[in-house]
C-alpha cells in the first residue's frame, strides 16, 4: 500500500503542470529523466499490484516475456522523435505518456526481469544498446529537425545523450561477459 | 593516556589474523610504500619551502630574486603539494592498506606498482624541466590559452599513465581477491580503495582527453585555435575530483583506522559503504562549479550542477554524524559519563588521534566554505579572490594533510619495522599544534581578506597604492606569519617521516583497521556490484556533462591561439 | 537496516538544508535574476578589434543614469580605464579578452565575471556610493598579472 | 502447457496492442516524425490561406487576396538565419529559373515571408532579396508585421517557430504551393529542388492546357 501512495505521489509531482513543462523544455531531460522517471514510478508501485493481483501476473506472465516485451513495445514507442513532439502539442498524447509509462512499462518491467534468465535479461540491454546507438547516431547527423518543437542542437545533444548511455551499458555489458560473477560471489543475496 | 607502542597484551588480537600480519609487514611491499611516501613528503619539503616564498612574498615581506619569477614558484608549489604529495601519499597508503588487508600484493601487481613509480616520475621530471626553465608558469590548471612549452604536457601525459597502471594494479589485486573469497565482503579499506582508484581513472581520464586531444596538438601548432571553454570544463572535471579523492582518501582514514586507535568498533559497514558509494557516483559531476560565472554557460546549466554539487555534501555529513557517534560510543565504553564525559576520554595524547581529529574537525567550517561557494550567488562574491586560497588550505592543508601527517606516525613506523617513540609522539603533537595554529591564522587571514577583494594567484601589489587596498595589509603579514609557522610544521613533519623511516627503535608497528561490532547487521551484497556503479557513473556523468559540453562544441567561438604571457 | 532517530533527525536537517540552499538559489537566480553572469554571445577572439562593439571600447550613456560600458581587457590592461559615472547610475558591462583568459573584479562590489577569449561577458551593477572602485584582474595571466588593475570613479 | 498456453495469449495480446499503437502513433506506418505527419495532414486539409496583409520590399502594403487567381508558392523564412534559410531561398530561386518564363508573374507568383517582422523592415528584405536575384515583382519578399495575424498563418500551415534566444531561431521549413482559390495545395520538399519544379510545371500546365 505504502509503494502505491509513494508512487502516486511521485506521479502527481511529475503531472504537476509547472514540473512537467520545465523538464520538457529540455529535450534530453525530457526523454532521458522524465521518461525513465516515469518507468522508475511504476517499478515502485509494481510490488503493491503484485500482491493484490498474484494470480494475474503469474498467469499471463509466467515466464516474464510478455511483460518485458510490452515494456520494450512502450518504451520504442516514445523513442520515436514524433511522439516527443506530440506529447507537447496534443493533450491525448501527453495523458497517455503519463499513464503508460509507469503502468505499462515500469510495472511489467519490474514483474519480468526477475524472471528472465541472464541471457534474456542481456538479450533486452543489447536490444536497446543497440537501438540507442542507433537513435543516437540518427540525432546527431539528421540533415533536418526531426523534431518540431526543439532545437537542432537540443537533438544533437539528445544524440549523445543516447550515445553516452549506450555506452555506459556496453561497460556493462563487457563487465557482464568477461567477468564471471559467480568467480566473485558465492550467492547474491537479494534483500 | 593510550600507550603509543603497541604492547606485547595487544598482540592477542594479531595472532587471529592472516599470516602476513602476525610477521608485520611485506618487506616487499613495504619497500613500494616507502618509496612513495619518501617522494611524497620530499614534495611536502620542498612546497613547503616555495610556499613560504609565496607566503612572504605577498606578505611584502620579500622580494623575489630577479631570477625567480612568483608564478613558476606559484606553479610549482601548487603541482608539488596537489598533485605529488596527495597522490604520492594516497598510492602509498592504500597500497599498503591493499597489501596488509588482502594478504599482501601479488607480484605482478608489485610489479605495475613499480611501473606507475617510475611512470610518475619520469612525467614530473618531465613537467619540472620547463617549469625551472621559466617556460610553463601557466599554474597547476594550465588554462589555455595560455600555453607552456609541449614538454610540460607530455609530463602530464606521464603522469596520468602511471596513475591508470597503478589503478589497473589496484583493481587486479582486488578481484584476485574476490576471485579466492567467493561471497565474501571486500576488507573496507580495500573497498575504500576501490572506489578511489575508480574515480582516479574518471577523473584523468577528462584530463588526459584535454592535454591529449586538446592542447598537445594544439601547442605543436597542429591545430590552429583552441576551445577555451571546453578545455576549462574538461580540466574541472578532472580537478575538482582530483581534490576530492584526496578527501575520500582521508575519509577511509576516519572509518576504518581512527576508531582502532582510540580502541572502539568500526562504524555500521553497510553505512559506511553507503557513503564509499554515493561519493563515487556523484563526484565528477561536482567539477563545474568552478565555472560559475564563466560566459557561455546557461544559468539553468549553472543552476543544475549546484545541485550536483551540494549532493556530495550529503554523504559528508553523514560522515560528519558517523565519526562523532563513534567517539561517543567509544568514550562511554571507556567510562565516559554525562553528556560530555566520553569526549574527555578521548586518546588527545595520541598523535595519531589528535592530529586526524583536528582535521575532521576543521572540515566542518571548510565543507561550510564549499557550500558557499558552489552556490551561484554567493560565489559571485568570493570566486576566484584568497577565500578560495583560505578554503582549500583548510580542506587540503587541513583535512586531507594532517591526516595524512596522523597516518604517518603509524604507517610509516608500520612499514620499516620500526615503533613509534613517546619522544617522537611528543614531537608529532608539538607539530600537530604549530600546524593548527599556523593555519588557522593563514586561512583565517585568507578568507577574510578575500571577502574584502584581494585576488589570489598574485604576487604582492597595492595596485598603485590604491586606498582600500593598504587595507588588506594586516592580514596579507598575518598569512605570511602563518606561512613562515607551516614552514616550521614542515620541516619537523619531514624529519619525523625520515626519523621514523630510517632511525626509529626496531620493532612491530600494527597496521590499525579496525573491527566491526560483535553483532553487527549484516550488509547487502549489492554493495559490492561495482559493475554497476561504474556504469552508474558513467551515465551520471554523462547526463551531466553532455548538455553543456555538446552546447561549447557546437556553439564555440574560433579558437585561440597559444600565448606566453610570462 | 536500522539507523537511530537522532541519525534520522540529523540526516533530514542535512538533507533539508541542502534543499533550502537549492530553493533560496534558484528563486534569487531566477525569479529576482540575480544569476551568476552567463551571457553565450561569442567573438571571434583574434578579431576583437575589428568586430563592433569592441572596435570602439568605452563608455556611453543609454538612459537617465544608465551607462553601457564596453570593454576589451587585455595583457595587462583594461580598455577604456579609468572610468568615470554619477553617484546612483547602472552600469551594464560588455567585456571580452584579447588573448588570455583574465577576470574582472571591483572590490567591495560583487562585480565578479571571468572574461575569456571568444567570449562575450556581460555584468550589470548599480553604484550607489561615490568614492573610487578598484578594478582588478582576479585570474592569474602572465607576467604583470599584478599590475592589471584600473579604477571606476563614482561622483 | 494451460500455462503455457496463457502466456502465447498474452504475447499475442501485447504484441497486437504493440501494432496497433504503432500503426495509429505513425498514421499507419507513413509518419515517423511530427514534420512528415504535418506536412501530410496539411495536404490532406487543405487549409485556406488566412486573412493578412503582407508588406513587401519595396514597403507596398496589400492584402494577400491581391495575389488570388495566381498560385503562389510560399517559403517562412528570416534574413538573419545563417543556416537554412540560405538554403531554402537559394533552393526557391532554382525552382524560379526552372519554370518556364511564360508561366512566372501570370500564373504563379513566389512569395518568401518573414516570419521575424521586428527586423526585417523592408529595407532590409529589399536588400536580402538581391542575394537572390528575386525581382520583388514576380518573386516577392514580405513581412507581416500585425503579430496576430502571422501567428494565425503560421498556426494554420503548421510552421513552428522557436526563439533560442540568441536572435535565432529554430523553424521547419517546406515550400507550399497556394492555389488560386487561395488554397493550400501542396506542400514540397524545398530539398529536392527539380521534383517540386517539375510538379508545379505539371501543376500549371494542367491548369492552362484546358
Known sequence: ??????????????????????????????????????????????????ERYPRFFEKWNENGFPGIVLFIIIVS???????????????????????????????????????????????????????????????????????????VIDQIILGWGFLITAIGLIIYLLYDFFIDPSAYEEVAEEE | METVIPQAGKAKTVFKEKANKVLGVNLQDALITKAYMSVAFIALFLGG??????????????????????????????????????????????????????????????????????????????????????????????????????????????????????????????????????????PILAFFATGSFVLLVGATAFVAVEVLFMIIPWTLGWTDGINVLLARTLFWAFGHTAVNIWYLTAVSVWYCIIPKIIGGYRWNDFLTRMVVIPLVIMNITGGFHHQIIDPGITPEIKFMHVFMSLAIGFPSLMTAYAMFRTFERTGR???????????KKLPWGDVRFLSPF??????????AGGIVQSTNQLDGVVHNTLWIVGHFHLTLGMSVVMTFFGVSYWLIPYISKRVLTPQMNKLGIVQTIIWTIAMIMMSGAQHTVGL????????????????????????????????????????????????????????????????????????????????????????????????????????APPGSPPFKTW | MKMHLDEKIWLGLSFGMIMIFMLITGYQGFALEMGPPSHKETIDPQKVDQTAPFDQPGIKQIGENEYEVVMTLQIFSFNPANIEVPAGSTVHFTMTSKDVVHGFQ?????????????????????????????????????????????????? | MIKNKNNVISIAIVLLFGCVLFFIGTDGFTAYTAETARVN???????????????????????????????????FMYTSCTTVCLQLEHNMGQVYDLLPSKYRGKEIVFLSISFDPERDTPARLNSYKDYFNSDGETWRMARISNQSELDSLLKKFGVIVIPDGNGNFAHNSAFYLVDKKGKLEDVLDYTKVDEAASKIVNILDEEVGE
Open chain 3, 106 to 155: 571591483v572590490a567591495n562590489t560583487n562585480l565578479n565575471a571571468m572574461v575569456m577569449p571568444g567570449h562575450i561577458t556581460k555584468i550589470t551593477q548599480k553604484f550607489d556610493k561615490p568614492g573610487k572602485y578598484l578594478v582588478l584582474c582576479n585570474e592569474y595571466c602572465g607576467a604583470g598579472h599584478q599590475v592589471m588593475s584600473t579604477t571606476i570613479t563614482v561622483k
Open chain 2, 358 to 367: 583536528i582535521a575532521m574537525a576543521a572540515f566542518a567550517p571548510a565543507g
Open chain 2, 49 to 186: 619551502i616555495l610556499g613560504l616564498l609565496q607566503g612572504l612574498n605577498r606578505a611584502g615581506l620579500l622580494e623575489l630574486p630577479s631570477w625567480l619569477n612568483y608564478y613558476q614558484v606559484l606553479t610549482a608549489h601548487g603541482l608539488l603539494l596537489v598533485v605529488v604529495l596527495s597522490a604520492f601519499f594516497m598510492i602509498g597508503y592504500y597500497y599498503a592498506g591493499l597489501s596488509h588487508t588482502l594478504g599482501g600484493l601479488l607480484p605482478k601487481v608489485r610489479k605495475i606498482a613499480w611501473i606507475g613509480f617510475w611512470l610518475k616520475i619520469f612525467g614530473f621530471v618531465l613537467v619540472l624541466i620547463p617549469l625551472l626553465l621559466n617556460e610553463a608558469s601557466v599554474m597547476y590548471t594550465f588554462y589555455p590559452p595560455m600555453a607552456a612549452h609541449p614538454v610540460f604536457y607530455f609530463g602530464l601525459v606521464f603522469i596520468v599513465l602511471g596513475v591508470w597502471a597503478l589503478s589497473i594494479g589496484a583493481f587486479i589485486q582486488v578481484a584476485n581477491w574476490r576471485k579466492n573469497n567467493k561471497g565474501k565482503h571486500l
Open chain 2, 452 to 555: 574584502l577583494g584581494a585576488p589570489r594567484r598574485t604576487s604582492y601589489t597595492t595596485y598603485g597604492e590604491f586606498s582600500s587596498t593598504l587595507g588588506w595589509d594586516p592580514y596579507l603579514t598575518m598569512l605570511g606569519i602563518g606561512a613562515t609557522l607551516l614552514t616550521i610544521g614542515v620541516i619537523i613533519q619531514v624529519y619525523a617521516v625520515f626519523n621514523m623511516m630510517f632511525f626509529a627503535p626496531k620493532g612491530e608497528t600494527e597496521f590499525p583497521v579496525a573491527e566491526e561490532e560483535e553483532n553487527a547487521p549484516k550488509t547487502p551484497y549489492w554493495t559490492e556490484r561495482w559493475g554497476l556503479w561504474v556504469v552508474l557513473t558513467v551515465i551520471v556523468v554523462g547526463m551531466a556533462y553532455v548538455i553543456p559540453i555538446v552546447d561549447m562544441i557546437v556553439n
Open chain 2, 333 to 343: 565504553a571507556k567510562g565516559g559519563k554525562g553528556a560530555f564525559g566520553w569526549f
Open chain 4, 41 to 75: 495532414k496539411l495536404i490532406e486539409d487543405k487549409p485556406k490561406f488566412p486573412d493578412v496583409t503582407l508588406e513587401d520590399s519595396s514597403g507596398r502594403k496589400y492584402p494577400i487576396s491581391e495575389l488570388e487567381d495566381k498560385y503562389v508558392l510560399i517559403t
Open chain 1, 1 to 50: 500500500m505504502n509503494r502505491l501512495v509513494y508512487g502516486l505521489l511521485l506521479l502527481i509531482s511529475l503531472i504537476l503542470p509547472p514540473v512537467a513543462n520545465l523538464m520538457e523544455s529540455v529535450m534530453i531531460i525530457h526523454m532521458h529523466m522524465q521518461m525513465p522517471m516515469l518507468v522508475i514510478i511504476g517499478m515502485i508501485m509494481a510490488r503493491f499490484f503484485q
Open chain 1, 77 to 151: 514507442y516514445w523513442m520515436m522523435p514524433r511522439t516527443m513532439d506530440e506529447a507537447l502539442t496534443s493533450q491525448s498524447v501527453e495523458i497517455f505518456k503519463f499513464i503508460s509509462l509507469p503502468f505499462l512499462a515500469g510495472i511489467p518491467l519490474m514483474d519480468s526481469w526477475k524472471k528472465l534468465s541472464s541471457i534474456g535479461k542481456n538479450s533486452v540491454i543489447i536490444f536497446f544498446t543497440v537501438a540507442f546507438i542507433g537513435i543516437g547516431y540518427l540525432y546527431i547527423n539528421a540533415p533536418n529537425p526531426l523534431c518540431n518543437n526543439y532545437l
